[in-house]
């Protein structure tokens, strides 16, 4: 990616995009705010791609179209499904979503933290607190 992927990035495009591996949602951000065909393209084209984490949106084959929203959006490329929620998504996205593994079912949630769900619970995981550091993939 040409930048680092902060929320204000990600609240200029304001979507998501499902792994089809681990189906947790995962960020797209862009430079500048999307204009709303710009988003209408990407609703469309999100519909019909196969993503999976780390991929790269530049890989897409756009047939060398230069208005292509492909060339504006990102996503993380460092992502792998092991990784949890980026902080990014819980600062742009209202949608509660477990931390860990993005479930949207029978989360828990206290003041400070990132949600939980009870299968995460149940498997020992901790809930990860807001206050830490943003999460930074190597
Ligand atoms: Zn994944
Ligand atoms: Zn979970």
Same mark, same amino acid.
């Given at each position: 990616? =040409?930048?680092? =992927?902060?929320? +204000?990035?990600?609240?200029? &495009?304001?979507? &998501?995009?499902?792994?089809?591996?681990?189906?947790?949602?995962?960020? @797209? /951000?862009?430079?500048?705010?999307?204009? *709303?065909?710009?988003? *209408?393209?990407? $609703?469309? $084209?999100?519909?019909?791609?196969? /993503?999976?984490?780390?991929?790269?949106?530049?890989?897409?084959?756009?047939? !060398?179209?230069?208005?292509?929203?492909?060339?504006?959006?990102? &996503?993380?490329?460092?992502?792998? @499904?092991?990784?949890?929620? $980026?902080?990014? /998504?819980? &600062?742009?996205?209202?949608? =509660?979503?477990?931390? /860990? @593994?993005?479930?949207?079912? +029978?989360?828990?949630? +206290?003041? !400070? *933290?990132?949600?939980?769900?009870?299968? @995460?619970?149940?498997? !020992?995981?901790?809930?990860?607190?807001? +206050?830490?550091?943003?999460?930074? =993939?190597?």
């Amino acid at each position: 990616m =040409p930048f680092s =992927p902060s929320s +204000n990035k990600a609240s200029n &495009v304001k979507m &998501v995009v499902q792994c089809e591996e681990c189906l947790k949602w995962r960020v @797209c /951000y862009a430079a500048r705010v999307l204009k *709303q065909d710009q988003k *209408q393209q990407l $609703e469309l $084209e999100l519909d019909t791609l196969s /993503y999976s984490c780390g991929a790269y949106f530049q890989d897409i084959d756009t047939g !060398g179209d230069d208005d292509s929203v492909f060339n504006h959006i990102y &996503v993380n490329d460092k992502l792998t @499904c092991d990784m949890p929620i $980026e902080a990014a /998504y819980f &600062v742009t996205f209202s949608d =509660p979503l477990c931390f /860990y @593994c993005g479930s949207e079912h +029978n989360l828990e949630a +206290n003041d !400070g *933290q990132d949600p939980l769900c009870d299968i @995460c619970k149940a498997s !020992g995981k901790q809930p990860h607190s807001k +206050n830490t550091r943003a999460f930074v =993939p190597r």
